[in-house]
């Protein structure tokens, strides 16, 4: 059974992409977490592997791999991106716009409106996102 990492590393491989050093410790930031990361945080973890890896770097693997499908982009209300390894059908996402905190959720069954979604406009869906923003519990209180 292949790691997450070397899943990544052959996705770049067959759409023709070089796996250098700095983009392999970028591969294997995102391979090891299982929560949404932005840039910074991935160049930090990213350069406890290899300390030569550069924030631009960051920002090309990750959209390289958003590009191929590998990533999912979770976009916040001040134009900043986090990234999440994309799961097999769908992600949702809590979005605090206090702090910028994503949580991702699982217990949601969108099914009927997918469903009616297709009927209504003939699409095939194949796959989804759900985005929700709100305040998250600590930044509620905060404000409280």
């Known amino acids: 059974m292949r790691s997450e990492s070397e ?7 067959q759409a023709g992409y070089r796996l250098t050093r700095p983009r392999h410790a970028v591969l294997e930031v995102m391979a090891a977490s299982s929560d949404t990361l932005g840039p910074m945080e991935i160049l930090s ?6 300390p030569k890896v550069g924030l631009t770097t960051v ?6 791999l958003a590009d191929l499908g590998l990533v ?5 209300e001040d134009g900043c991106h986090s990234y999440a390894l994309r799961g ?12 910028n905190q994503v ?17 209504h406009t003939g ?12 305040l998250c519990p600590n930044c509620q209180a905060q404000a409280g």
């Open 7 to 13: 899943h990544l590393a052959q996705a770049l491989a």
């Open 103 to 119: 949580v991702e959720f699982e217990d949601c069954d969108l099914s009927p409106i997918i469903s009616a979604v297709a009927r």
């Open 88 to 99: 097999a059908d769908h992600g949702h996402y809590l979005i605090c716009r206090g702090c």
């Open 72 to 76: 999912r982009r979770i976009h916040t």
């Open 45 to 50: 973890r990213a350069r406890r592997l290899y």
């Open 123 to 134: 699409f095939t869906i194949q796959d989804h996102w759900l985005e929700l923003f709100g």
């Open 59 to 64: 920002y090309r693997t990750m959209e390289l």
